[in-house]
């Protein structure tokens, strides 16, 4: 009890420093270090697209994993793991920040494709959908299978974040029954007194650091029994300033996590209840 409210503390702390001056500075090291994880991480899902290896994470599992995961969506529940993309086997650094890459898998019985395309399409419902993590959705543009959305984001953990996002979406076909979405955020602002007349954005890349850049890639199989519904995200925040990591590293590591099983337990619930 005493170091988890330690923990919220210091974290609390941290960011009354950013607040009061001390903000970090996205820099063009971190962003090529970021883009190179992401180009070596989308050359794996280019190969799952064409057959190369298995479509859904799930299927890449040992056998005894894959029948722990297959009790957990009889359950209803999410199946979510940490992946980590190497270059020649070896650790990609990332300098002044930290990069965080999940997968995450839930099975929605009796679902057909079709449904769960449709149900991300429908940003304009995403505050209804998602609330509170999402309270505000926009469609700027649509052409074809391309959408680009504007999303106001709402994360708390101990203290509250808002973030602003523009978002380019990419409904990729993957073969019969298969869809992949890529959605890339393409300009994060994090706001300061959200909701009130002081509202403000802080300059992109120059702020608390709490999410520098954000992909979720979305893959989506029917099945004869259903369809099974896999995100995996990607994203870049703010390094841990040094001697606090394990105070504050939780605090920061759980974020996209938890906001990947919340993704992803809505969707299997919203989808399910029209199946």
Known sequence: MIRNRTAELAAVLWVAASAAGSAADLRDATVAAFDRYVRLTEVRMDAEMRGGRPFLWLDSLTESRRTDA??????????VS????????????????????????????????????????????????????????????????????????????????????????????????????????????????????????????????FLWRFNNYCSIEERAEGSYVQCESVSLSRRIPTGLGWLIGPFVTSIP???????LGTIRRTVTKGA
Do not use: C
């Open 70 to 79: 297959s009790a957990a969506f009889l359950r209803g529940e999410t199946v």
């Open 82 to 209: 940490r992946l980590e993309t190497r270059d020649g086997g070896k650790t990609i650094d990332v300098p002044d920040g930290l990069l965080h890459h999940w997968v995450g898998t839930v099975f929605a019985p009796g679902v057909r494709l079709e449904q769960g395309v449709r149900l991300m399409q429908s940003y304009e419902r995403y505050p209804d959908i998602y609330r509170p993590a999402i309270r505000r959705s926009r469609t700027l543009s649509h052409e074809g299978d391309r959408f680009n959305v504007q999303l106001r984001l709402f994360m708390k953990k101990v203290i509250s974040v808002v973030l602003d996002t523009d978002n380019d979406v990419r409904y990729i076909d993957a073969g019969p029954n298969r869809k992949q979405v890529r959605s890339y955020a393409t300009r994060i602002a994090e706001v300061d007194d959200a909701g009130t007349p002081r509202e403000r954005e802080k300059p992109v890349g120059h702020d608390n650091g």
């Open 257 to 263: 996590r938890e906001s990947l099983e919340f993704t």
